[in-house]
């Protein structure tokens, strides 16, 4: 799971600055192909421990997002890192963040 403003960051991509007028609604980044996210195939490029990401690598097509999860709400927000390795599938990740949340009071 990856969370954060810094996922707008163009630099996090590899990509060059942009001019305001580059930048696009379309893409959930704001930035065109071949840095557009989330995408199809990539890779995410972190400090094991810090969790900080270091680079997003855009292999694949953009993939437009089917729903945004409002899990602001689920007090997750102050418990997880910018970046968690976590187990279970997007399907059900309102019962993923519950189990982490569970698991992280105890």
């Known amino acids: 799971m990856l969370k954060g403003q810094w996922l707008r960051e163009d630099s996090i991509y590899g990509a060059k600055y942009l001019e305001e007028d580059e930048y696009s609604d ?10 557009s996210f989330p995408s199809n195939e990539f890779t995410v490029s972190r400090f094991p421990n810090s969790k900080i990401v270091t680079a997003i690598h855009v292999h694949g097509n953009y993939l437009v997002p089917e729903s ?8 997750f927000e102050s418990a997880l890192g910018d970046s968690e390795l976590l187990k279970g599938t997007l399907d059900d990740i309102s ?3 519950s189990r ?6 105890s």
């Open 68 to 75: 945004i999860q409002d899990v602001v709400h689920t007090g």
């Open 100 to 105: 982490v949340m569970k698991h992280k009071r």
């Open 26 to 35: 379309t893409y959930h980044n704001g930035l065109p192909a071949p840095y």
């Open 95 to 97: 019962g993923v963040l």
